[in-house]
């Protein structure tokens, strides 16, 4: 069987023991949380704590679901340096209490030069990627100290790690176990669609990533007039999704996958179908 997990805030915004309730029908193995997106009393910036931290963990451990990441989604490249600055102090909160929660890693992507993450061109330039590669190492600072860890997580088009090899390359810029990638193989796939077999796509990533891949996100897509549609429930969409988890079984046995784009009353069939085709 699969290690399929949710994404919390998927399943409501609610006060952690009612939320833990509505995920637990489910039975996840795990879950992403992200704690203003999820908890209505989550601690605002610098209101975080060892003991707030420990209650949450306790809340989803008496169900049998673990955390596998917190989720802290920023825009490490901000056009505006006190909006970074103060987006990386949370993103820096986090990591100091991440092993309170019992999960090491905190999560986000990289980020454009709108604010909002949104496409712009400037966002490939060379510049950019140095911008990013300073608020990680300004990250991984605070990380190494205090045993947690970045999870990564890359966005084809949009954001400054756009493809395999700039998430390579960020890799080799910093060569440590603090840093991990959070593979999203929809996420990754080009706007306009891949020029190349899907089983082979997933290969290249994990050949360049495989080491440092920690947790899977598990969306679907489709191409709509030449454009990606990336926001569909696994299993129904194009994503080969049997091709991806013969691979994950052989590469990462045992990851967390985690389902996004659903909710509900599609969590159920979605877990089914993947560990069936999983199975086969």
């Known amino acids: 069987m699969l290690r399929i997990g949710l994404r919390a805030h998927d399943y409501g915004y609610l006060p952690p023991e009612q939320l833990a309730d509505a995920l637990v029908v489910f039975k996840p193995a795990s879950i992403q949380l992200a704690l203003a997106k999820s908890l209505p009393d989550a601690p605002a910036f610098g209101a975080l704590s060892p003991g707030y931290a420990r209650g949450i963990r306790e809340i989803f451990a008496r169900r049998n679901i673990v955390i596998a990441v917190l989720g802290c989604y920023i825009n490490p490249v901000h056009p505006d340096p006190d909006a970074r600055d103060k987006a990386l102090r949370r993103f820096e909160e986090h990591l100091r209490f991440a092993r309170d929660f019992d999960c090491p890693l905190v999560g986000t992507e990289t980020g454009s030069c709108n604010p909002d993450c949104s496409w712009h061109p400037d966002t490939q330039k060379r510049e950019t990627f140095d911008l990013l590669c300073a608020s990680i190492d300004r990250l991984l600072n605070t990380a190494e100290k205090c045993g947690s860890v970045v999870g990564v997580e890359a966005v084809a088009h949009q954001h400054t790690i756009a493809s395999i090899e700039l998430m390579a390359e960020l890799l080799e810029r ?33 050949d360049a990533l495989g080491e440092q891949i920690a947790v899977i996100h598990a969306k679907d897509f489709c191409i709509e007039n030449g454009k990606k549609k990336g926001s569909l429930p696994a299993g129904t969409g194009d994503l080969d999704y049997h091709a991806l988890l013969s691979l994950v079984e052989k590469r990462k046995p045992g990851i967390d996958i985690l389902l996004e784009n659903n909710n509900p009353r599609q969590a159920a069939a979605t877990i089914t179908l993947l560990n069936s085709l999983a199975a086969s």
Request: glycine share 4%; aromatic share 16%.
């Open 174 to 206: 910093f060569p440590t176990p603090s840093l991990q990638v959070i593979y999203d193989p929809v996420n990754l796939i080009p706007v306009t669609g891949l020029a190349e077999e899907q089983d082979r796509f997933f290969e290249r990533a994990f």
